[in-house]
């Protein structure tokens, strides 16, 4: 139920007998919004952010108001639903993103200007545009406004480009004039963190990969082999990341088994507990910030070693922070880290590219060299145009030839064909993943004398012979 402020204090009057006007009606509903609004504010600001993240956390948010709101009014007769869920809209209403926010099913909302909305579900994408969109620009920059004050940051005149992060994994962009025309009132693009825990069964029904590929990725990491995840955006980086490192948590089992994590906005669903093994999960949980202080990902990285970790992971690098992670990748730590390319091969030219972005002097031959050592297995991501997502390409780097990457694919995915409805429009992309080659034998002594399982070694790559074995 939704009221106006005007309507609820109208009735509010007439139970009391009072015969004031519209206008006072309308200051008494906002001494009692002040009210409730302060004292949560003051007292329960993680309730109010936490609102967006589920129907449990906005339930909580309007016991509170309910409570506060009993205070002000004591001794009053009134409608207490028809209040709390006017105050409720008022502090942290969403109006009709709300119950895209809470379905899990969604898990990104862009907003094209006012009277374009897009619904990305996990397998199709629905459009909200005309009068199913906002009513106007001026209502749909209410809105993201108060999403964005919501992860504590202002989107202003002097601001007028934000990212912030709300509650336990929602994270908005917003840009409103004069970085876009006037007359589109907002453009935004909203992300929520995918709650479940992704287990490998996950991966493998959805076709995203095979049990082989996930457990070479995994092998790798627990054993220090650093892997690089790339693709473009959407393409499902960071649930893999999520479910490697929860892999790393429950699996790895040196002593030290520290997690150093940079994220610019926290996005990685990780363990708290390592349940299986009664330990707790060893993740020093590190954010860049823009203001009051400016930290970078890459002075994050530069002051990682000193935290005695065992696995670096700068979430995205984009930038010149790459070549941080390089370094300390060099230095005996094992790097899990995702960047946007279009390809496993081709993802080294991009990790060229971001290292020069620093303005180093060192020579490009060197640069892919180093690279190499801190990465020597990518995996590759895409989302296909039927919207699934898959491991395209893992691919070995063995070393360079006149500045061409060399080395082993070690799993595709092969497209057998494009369904397409009546329209014209793609519904389905059929194909399998295949093994195409093996590790190196250098590659496959290295797991070994880390610690690798041999038998699953040898089930994932039956043919190599480690280096320096005997024909």
Known sequence: MSISSYEFLSILQAERGNSGKQDSAGTEYMSVLDYVRSNIAQNHASELSAALDSADAAKTLKNLIMKYAGECMSGCDFDRDALVEKIYQDMAGLGLLTKYLYDP?????????FDTV??????RTD????????????????????????????????????????????????????????????????????????????????GAATADMLDFLVTCLCNHVSVGLCGGTGSGKSSLQSYILNE?????????????????????????????????????????????VHVTMGDL????????????????????AVLQAMTAGRTGHTILTSFHADGAKDSYSRLLSMCHMTDTKVSDERLLEDCISAWPVIAYQRQLKDHS??????????GQESGHVTGNFLYRFVIERTVRDGRGHVVKVEGHHEKTGDISPRLYR?????????????????DVRPEGDAE
């Not at 907002?186 to 991966?203: E, H």
């Not at 699996?251 to 349940?275: A, Q």
């Open 127 to 206: 459009y909200l545009y005309g009068e199913e969109a906002f009513a106007s620009s001026e209502a749909a920059l209410d809105i993201i406004k108060r999403m964005v004050r919501m992860g504590g940051k202002l989107l202003d005149a002097q601001t007028p480009q934000v990212d912030s992060f709300i509650g336990g994994g929602t994270r908005i962009i917003a840009t409103i004039p004069p970085l876009i025309p006037e007359e589109y009132g907002v453009v935004a693009s909203i992300r929520k963190q995918n709650k479940q825990r992704i287990t490998k069964d996950m991966l493998v029904n959805a």
């Open 301 to 320: 990285i530069k002051g990682s070693l000193r935290y005695h970790p065992n696995l670096i992971v700068p979430a995205e690098v984009r930038d010149g």
């Open 389 to 398: 997502r898959k491991i395209m390409e893992i691919f070995e780097a063995t």
């Open 248 to 292: 790393y948590i429950t699996k790895n089992e040196d002593y030290n088994n520290r997690i150093y994590l940079v994220e610019d906005t926290r996005e990685l669903n990780l363990l708290k507990y390592d349940v299986a093994n009664d330990r707790p999960a060893r993740v020093l949980p590190m954010l860049t910030s823009e203001s009051p």
């Open 446 to 462: 290295r797991l070994l004398d880390n610690g690798a399982s041999a038998e699953l070694l040898k089930r994932l790559f039956p």
């Open 105 to 113: 099913s969604i898990e990104e909302i862009n907003i094209n200007g």
């Open 118 to 123: 897009e619904i990305i579900r996990l397998d």
